[in-house]
């Protein structure tokens, strides 16, 4: 019996008592729970207000849920396998490139900057990434989290204007001549 994505559902022959009965019983109960995780992942994907991503180890997006989607008004089938630098404002392929170093080296970067929308509008995102490792502890990408930050960004925007300038003309104030 094969197993993969496409043979979900599909089990041992466990009918016997002998040893080949009870280890094909084993690996069926070890599946069931496999398909039940997995289920439990995707369901928790699909619930989150978050953007939930993964990238390749040459910053190509690989997968994302559809917060990640809606976030940056992009369709699901358009994202995989785009290079993240090619929505990322002032990020090129060598700061990624850092940025994923640092990753690898045991450090939960925190990255914030702006991202271009698919509407052409400019959102302001924070993302902390870690690392995807193999069975054989070699780096095979990245997940993170991405959160929507523009709503934040606004406000200490407005508390500057508040304190640097004038309400009534607009021009800067006492502390901005200072």
Same mark, same amino acid.
Do not use: N, Q, R
């Given at each position: 019996v094969r197993i993969g994505p496409d043979t979900a559902g599909q089990r041992l022959s466990d009918r016997g008592q002998d040893e080949l009965g009870l280890l094909a019983q084993e690996a069926n109960r070890m599946l069931d729970r496999l398909e039940q995780? !997995? @289920?439990r992942d995707r369901a928790i994907l699909r619930a989150m207000q978050e953007g939930y991503f993964e990238l390749d180890t040459h910053g190509r997006l690989q997968s994302a849920n559809p917060a990640f989607c809606r976030l940056l008004g992009l369709a699901p089938q358009s994202i995989t396998g785009r290079n993240a630098s090619e929505w990322l404002q002032a990020c090129d392929e060598a700061q990624l490139r850092t940025l994923f170093e640092t990753c690898e080296q045991g450090e939960a970067p925190a990255? @914030?900057?702006r991202i271009q929308r698919a509407d052409g509008s400019v959102g302001h995102y924070e993302t902390h +990434?870690? /690392?995807i +490792?193999?069975?054989q502890a070699q780096v095979q990408g990245y997940r993170g989290i991405l959160h929507d930050v523009s709503d934040h /960004? !606004?406000?200490q925007n407005q508390l500057y204007d508040m304190a640097y300038c004038d309400a009534l003309t607009g021009l800067g104030n006492r502390k901005a001549f200072y």
């Open positions: 995780s !997995e @289920a990255f @914030a900057g +990434l870690s /690392v +490792l193999d069975h /960004v !606004e406000y």
